[in-house]
């Protein structure tokens, strides 16, 4: 059964900082209730707890947080799910991947064995639920990288690791390259009532592996929820990896993502994030290179419509020499959508010769659609290769009106040319069925 949070719904006499104190006070003790003895993990998440009582949510005072307002999830007495809802396999034929070699499945953020498929796995390839995975040879690895990574310590982090009741792995051992994609989902499901969900995932490429990794977070479903996720992603030295993060939940949902990644001397990590659903979705994406030679690659494409808000942060924190990073960003607004996007680089003293450009491109169609665009440099190395820049743009209508006069609709037009913004980014997608989807999704958003 599910439990109420009847205590989430403050006095009106406190003032606003007291009223998210208590909500989060609430909030809290239905995650924690709701930790199933399996994944207990008392320490870890005894010192989330601790950090989460230092927090209260942000406002739009809050720099980071200037132009994405919470209050509308604040006023919603989400409750926990403790056990995953029976879904029949039927749910996952719209997102089906074919090429995937194996898929795990988390519905409302609990592990579901029926749905997932895991029986073409190479030898040594570790995919499952943590769960099963916590004892054994498995557990001192997972304990020396689980809750590890940098930037740890934001609020919705520590929610996420106090009260996430299954955890997704993924464990590459050393110099295993796995050609055919892996897929996570975390399937959301109308459970009758709000619901909070806290999806957590852990990915290990070992020196020298290589894969390629499908996050695919979907729900077709109206109801409010708020879906707070965390994936934490170590590629060793020499490991290669590239990363497909999808979001299209459904219009109810508050999305609240957090992406950290942790790369190792030599190794090449490209992230392509793509954001498609929900009422408002918010990533965090914080990529630390720890050793030289690194390279780091963020694609990113926001395609949002009616009154949808997509905000993406993200760091790339250099720290040493001969590292590269490459960032382009798109978002596509229609109707009274709002993209936000906010992207640092840090180039510390001791990341001298590195190269790294950073790029977002907005392009609006609508007049009421709206972006807020904030590309940042923070560089104290003296010997670098660094450029960053922003444009916001509609339809050209001279573009339009050449594909017109070669007996082209203007409908048809307008199509074509989103598709082209799209294109550079769902290109590298190294998955042809996923693309196609991708590409039908987004050139509807005109008709």
Request: aromatic content about 4%; proline content about 4%.
């Amino acid at each position: 059964m599910a439990i109420q949070v009847s205590s989430i719904d403050p006095p009106t006499q406190l003032t606003k900082r007291e009223q998210r104190a208590a909500y989060l006070n609430a909030l809290l003790g239905t995650l924690q209730a709701n930790v199933p003895e399996a994944v207990a993990l008392t320490d870890l998440r005894a010192q989330a707890a601790a950090i989460a009582h230092e927090h209260t949510f942000p406002t739009t005072r809050d720099e980071d947080w200037r132009f994405t307002d919470l209050s509308a999830m604040l006023s919603v007495p989400f409750q926990a799910t403790p056990a995953a809802p029976d879904v029949d396999a039927a749910a996952l034929a719209a997102i089906e991947l074919p090429e995937a070699i194996a898929r795990i499945v988390l519905v409302n953020g609990q592990f579901s064995a029926e749905l997932s498929d895991l029986a073409q796995l190479p030898a040594g390839v570790v995919v499952g639920n943590l769960a099963a995975l916590k004892t054994g040879a498995m557990a001192a690895q997972l304990t020396a990288r689980l809750a590890q990574s940098s930037g740890g310590h934001d609020l919705c982090t520590a929610l996420n690791t106090v009260g996430f009741p299954a955890a997704a792995v993924v464990w590459v051992p050393r110099h295993q390259v796995i050609e055919q994609p892996i897929h996570v989902v975390y399937l959301s499901v109308d459970g009758g009532n709000p619901t909070v969900t806290s999806p957590r995932c852990l990915v290990v490429a070992e020196t020298g592996s290589a894969l390629t990794l499908v996050e695919d977070f979907y729900g077709t479903h109206n109801q409010a929820q708020f879906n707070n996720s965390v994936t934490e992603v170590w590629a060793d030295e020499n490991a290669q990896m590239t990363h497909v993060r999808l979001q299209r939940e459904g219009l109810g949902t508050f999305h609240i993502g957090k992406t950290a990644i942790t790369q190792g001397r030599d190794s090449r990590y490209t992230i392509i994030p793509v954001s498609l659903g929900a009422q408002v979705s918010r990533l965090n994406l914080e990529m630390h290179q720890t050793g030289p030679q690194t390279d780091t690659n963020l694609y990113g494409l926001a395609a949002i419509a009616q009154s949808q808000l997509a905000d993406t942060h993200s760091l790339i924190a250099m720290n040493h020499p001969h590292g590269t990073a490459e960032q382009l960003h798109k978002c596509i607004v229609d109707d009274a959508a709002h993209t936000v996007f906010n992207g640092k680089v840090w180039v510390p003293h001791n990341a001298q010769l590195t190269n790294t450009s950073q790029l977002n491109r907005n392009l609006l169609l609508s007049n009421k659609a709206r972006v807020d665009t904030k590309p940042e440099l923070d560089i104290v190395a003296d010997n670098v290769k660094c450029a960053h820049g922003a444009t916001v743009s509609q339809l050209d209508a001279n573009e339009v009106f050449y594909l017109q006069s070669r007996g082209i609709s203007a409908e048809a037009a307008q199509r074509l040319l989103i598709y082209g913004f799209a294109m550079d980014i769902i290109d590298r997608i190294p998955v042809s069925s996923l693309q196609e989807t991708l590409m039908a999704t987004v050139t509807q958003r005109t008709q």
